[in-house]
């Protein structure tokens, strides 16, 4: 059923793990947008997107559980769907740090909870329509991060999409058979990928390599 304006509603999955604020959430967007589904952990929040591809998802980015736990865990195991779901980040947080990790693992933008149901809502649209939205003051941190990391761009660039998944693994200190195990692929995949990425790096191992993250701040 279309909306007022004619649109059809945006499909939202809510991604929480407290109830009673997805329950709150929920009712407070308003008809330009239809949630499908909700998940409180990561591994539930994986499932309802692979099985509901809605075509945004409201992800906290300090949702409990799984291997590396948060946020970033659920865009990083959904990386194959980020050209059709957009996710837009939301938490009580406005740390540069936490905003910069989530946008860096492929969200398209980060409001806090302090946010109105009508200012998440459009939020919401202008991320279906593939803005980047922000809440005021944290899009600077983004800038700062981005704009100042040219030269690790340029490196990044030399990485597939694959690649860049078991990179950021490795640096965050997943060992292969851990990165095998989120990315679904076999531990053999993964040596092959550290490999490609170590010698597009110019790097001789993984404890360079998750040093040369750390120095950029890519996880």
Known sequence: MSTESGREPVDVVIVDDHTIFRSGLKADLDERVRVVGEAGTVEGAV?????????????????????GGGGREVLTRCAPLLQTVRFLALSVSDAAEDVVSVIRAGARGYVTKTASGREITDAVLRVADGDAVFSP?????????????????????????RELDVMRLIARGYSYKETAKELFISVKTVETHVSAVLRKLQLTNRHELSRWAADRRIW
């Open 137 to 161: 003051r944290l899009a600077g941190f983004v800038l700062d991060a981005f704009g100042t990391q040219s030269v690790a761009d340029d490196e990044l660039d030399k990485l597939s999409a």
């Open 47 to 67: 499932e309802a997107i692979e099985q509901l591809r809605p075509r945004v998802v409201l992800l906290d980015v300090h949702l409990p559980g799984g291997l």
